[in-house]
């Protein structure tokens, strides 16, 4: 599972870093940019609950460093915009 997380960190890394330099470009990239806020927001929880899972009960110890990261985590997939709606303003601009 590990390395298949990885994997989708890179790729994910990738998209955000090939958006970022069309954008400084200037071309549009308001789809592209909801795109990485749905992937990387649930990204972010899915990597979570495996780290959660390799570090069994002590993942949910409060004061570790893992309890405090799965906690910020899921965040993520709230903050700058909920996942549904960064999905409705992707599904916009495919046409």
């Given at each position: 599972r590990l390395a298949m997380r990885s994997a989708q960190?890179?790729?994910?890394?990738?998209?955000?870093?090939?958006?970022?330099w069309r954008d400084a470009q200037g071309q549009q990239v308001i789809k592209e940019v909801s795109m990485i806020k749905a992937l990387c927001g649930t990204l972010v929880n899915e990597v979570m609950y495996d780290c959660l899972q390799f570090h069994g009960g002590m993942g949910f110890i409060r004061e570790t460093a893992i309890e405090r990261m799965a906690r910020d985590a899921r965040v993520q997939a709230i903050g700058g915009g909920a996942t549904e709606v960064m999905l409705e303003e992707i599904a916009k601009r495919l046409i």
């Open positions: 960190v890179e790729a994910a890394r990738t998209f955000v870093y090939n958006t970022a």
